[in-house]
C-alpha cells in the first residue's frame, strides 16, 4: 500500500510563500499529483511530477525527488483565496488510481 | 470545459435503506472510480473500473457496494444496507487513458454527493 505524509496545517500571511512538504512510500509509481480543496468542495487539480524535478506552474510550483520519496508545493504571492486544503496524492498500478494524503490546511492572514 | 456530472448532491437515508449514487464522467474517458470523504478525514479510493469490469477495490469495498455502467454513459456506486459510518461525500471521477499515454493526463473529480445516514 501507499504511506503519504504532509503537515497537518501551516499558516502565513498574505504576500508570503509557503511550501508544503509531502513524503511518500509507495511500489509502482507513476506520478505525484497535488490538489486544491476547498471545505465541502471536490479536490481541484494544480500540479503534476513523474520525472524528478521542478515544475513551474504561476504562483504554484511543485518539486520532485523520486529517490527521496518527496515531493514539495511552493505557493507564491499568498491570496485569502488559497487558503484550503492541499492535497497530495500518489499515483500507482495499472489502474492509475490516486491515493492520498491526509491535506495539509494552509490558512492565510492578512 | 468537459466535467464529471454527479447526482443527487446531497442524500439523507435511513440506516439500512439501499442507496445510489449517479456519475456521468467525462464522455472520452475510460478509467472511472469511487472516492469517499469522511467529514474532516482524507479522501480514501474505494474503487476502480475499466473495461467494464473492476480493476481494483479497497477494504472499504465490501459486499454491501457495487458499480455499474449500465450504459455508456452512467458510472452508478450502490449500497446496499446503509450504516451510519457510511456517512460522507462520495466523489466519482474518471481518467482518461493509461500506459504510454497517462503521462499528465489528470483524474478529474465530479462536485460529490453527500450521503447522511441517519
Known amino acids: 500500500g501507499q504511506n503519504i505524509d504532509q503537515p497537518t496545517e501551516m499558516t502565513a500571511t498574505e504576500g508570503a510563500i509557503v511550501q508544503i512538504n509531502c513524503t511518500y512510500q509507495t511500489s509502482g509509481f507513476n506520478g505525484l499529483f497535488w490538489y486544491q480543496q476547498h471545505a465541502g468542495e471536490a479536490p481541484t487539480f494544480l500540479s503534476y511530477?513523474?520525472?524528478?524535478g521542478l515544475e513551474e506552474k504561476g504562483r504554484f510550483s511543485s518539486f520532485l525527488s523520486r529517490s527521496k520519496g518527496y515531493s514539495y508545493l511552493l505557493l507564491k504571492e499568498l491570496q485569502m483565496k488559497d487558503s484550503a486544503s492541499y492535497l497530495c496524492?500518489?499515483?500507482?498500478?495499472?489502474?492509475?488510481?490516486?491515493?492520498f494524503g491526509a491535506g495539509t490546511t494552509v490558512t492565510v492572514r492578512a | 470545459e468537459p466535467e464529471v456530472t454527479q447526482t443527487p448532491s446531497h442524500q439523507v437515508t435511513q440506516m439500512g435503506q439501499e442507496v445510489i449514487l449517479r456519475c456521468v464522467p467525462i464522455?472520452?474517458?475510460?478509467?472511472f472510480y469511487w472516492y469517499r470523504q469522511i467529514l474532516g478525514q482524507k479522501v480514501e479510493f474505494l474503487v476502480s473500473f475499466y473495461n467494464n469490469e473492476i480493476s481494483e477495490k479497497s477494504e472499504i469495498f465490501d459486499d454491501q457496494f457495487s458499480v455499474e455502467r449500465p450504459d455508456g454513459s452512467n458510472f452508478t456506486l450502490k449500497i446496499r444496507s446503509t450504516k451510519l459510518e457510511d456517512s460522507a461525500m462520495y466523489f466519482c471521477?474518471?481518467?482518461?487513458?493509461?500506459?504510454?499515454?497517462?503521462?499528465?493526463?489528470?483524474?478529474?473529480f465530479g462536485a460529490g454527493s453527500r450521503l447522511t445516514v441517519l
Open positions: 471521477a474518471s481518467f482518461l487513458t493509461g500506459g504510454e499515454m497517462s503521462g499528465a493526463n489528470v483524474l478529474t
Open positions: 464522455s472520452n474517458h475510460l478509467y
Open positions: 496524492a500518489v499515483r500507482s498500478g495499472t489502474d492509475y488510481k490516486l491515493s
Open positions: 511530477n513523474v520525472l524528478d
